[in-house]
């Protein structure tokens, strides 16, 4: 097996893009193992392009060319929905923060911090 330098190319994108889901999703072990799996799949894929067609073949798709662009489109809907999941924690903990810090200024007066 002969490595190609598009193989390298795609696996250094992928090294880079796994660290930053890590550090972005560092206490969501789900989104982690999704990544991780998401990630792995596509090393795995990068190294042996010859699989692409035994499992196209295996799963019904003409070609592997097809089945990278129908589990890209599954992965990029997922990873959508993960961001979403994200906004909105982020969403309700700041409206937290507002209402804890609204009451707070009733609390002592309306006083400016």
């Not at 792995?40 to 010859?50: C, D, M």
């Not at 035994?54 to 060319?65: D, T």
Request: glycine share 10%; charged share 15%.
């Amino acid at each position: 097996m002969s490595i190609h330098p598009i193989q390298l190319i795609l696996l250094g994108g992928i090294a880079i893009s796994l660290v930053l889901a890590v550090k972005v999703l560092r206490h969501q072990l789900m989104g982690r193992l999704f990544f991780l799996a998401q990630f792995l799949v596509g090393a795995f894929f990068v190294l042996v392009p010859e699989q692409t067609e035994f499992m196209a073949k295996w799963v019904g798709v003409g070609r592997g060319a097809d089945l990278m662009f129908y589990l890209f489109i599954v992965f990029t809907y997922m990873s959508g929905f993960c961001v979403l999941a994200k906004f909105r924690t982020l969403e309700r903990t700041q409206t937290r923060l507002v209402r804890e810090m609204a009451l707070g200024n009733v609390r002592f007066g309306g006083e400016k911090p």
